[in-house]
């Protein structure tokens, strides 16, 4: 069975900095588009990030641009978000995301998702 699993989330206080990890198993998505997505209580799922499969683009939401940075290890099959200068808007349920279309930001279009890691940013 494919599966995309997340980890790195935790509290973490105003500022302050965290990296998520989204690895696979059962599969490999290296040949894919990878994707962070989040979603607040009350809230609808939001794009965050996405990643070519080569690495060479990246997109980010414009929330986010200039704080979080999304990286991937293409031999590990890893992607990463690096989120710097937390605020608590940013508290959210972060899910990683892969599909074998173009980078997008749209969530619909993307076909597998992990089971998400919470963040919470504390004032």
């Known amino acids: 069975q494919v599966q995309l699993v997340e980890s790195g989330g935790g509290l973490v206080q105003v500022g302050g900095s965290l990296r998520l990890s989204c690895e696979v198993s059962?599969?490999?998505?290296?040949?894919?588009?990878r994707a962070w997505f989040r979603q607040a209580p009350g809230k609808e799922r939001e794009f965050v990030a996405a990643?070519?499969?080569?690495?060479?683009?990246?997109i980010y939401a414009d929330s986010v641009k200039g704080r979080f940075t999304i990286s991937r290890d293409i031999p590990k099959d890893i992607v990463y978000l690096r989120m710097d200068s937390l605020k608590p808007e940013d508290t959210a349920v972060y899910y990683c995301?892969?599909?074998?279309?173009?980078?997008?930001?749209?969530?619909?279009?993307?076909?597998?998702w992990g089971q998400g890691t919470q963040v919470t940013v504390s004032s």
């Open positions: 995301a892969a599909d074998r279309g173009a980078i997008q930001t749209i969530s619909t279009r993307y076909g597998y």
């Open positions: 990643i070519t499969w080569s690495g060479d683009r990246t």
């Open positions: 059962g599969s490999t998505f290296r040949s894919y588009t």
